[in-house]
Nanobody, 113 residues
Framework: AQFVESGGGLVQPGGSLRLSCAAS????????MRWYRQAPGKERVMVAG????????DYADSVKGRFTISRDNAKNTVYLQMSSLKPEDTAVYYC???????WGRGTQVTVSS
């Protein structure tokens, strides 16, 4: 499996960003996909997940109502739309699937004025 995350950047509090993750090396449409984040000095934690065909999603309490996960199985890509961003959302964001220990480089999201 391989994951390439993109779309991060510097944004002001209250702003929005859309992250993308292009996956390869496995049958994307068969797997649940998840977004994780790792803030400086903290462990990596899951923030959102989506079922293989997109019919079911779940979110960490800290991002519920602000983040939306989606996927395009034709493009082997999973997305994370982030809005109402807060400084505490600052982290490196990664995508992955259950059972994979391979991680991409992630994409840095910095929320600061």
């Amino acid at each position: 499996a391989q994951f390439v995350e993109s779309g991060g950047g510097l944004v002001q509090p209250g702003g929005s960003l859309r992250l993308s993750c292009a996956a390869s090396g496995f049958t994307f449409s068969r797997y649940t996909m998840r977004w994780y984040r790792q803030a400086p000095g903290k462990e990596r934690v899951m923030v959102a997940g989506i079922s293989s065909v997109g019919g079911s999603t779940d979110y960490a309490d800290s991002v519920k109502g602000r983040f939306t996960i989606s996927r395009d199985n034709a493009k082997n890509t999973v997305y994370l739309q982030m809005s109402s961003l807060k400084p505490e959302d600052t982290a490196v964001y990664y995508c992955n699937r259950p059972g994979s220990t391979i991680w991409g480089r992630g994409t840095q999201v910095t929320v600061s004025s």
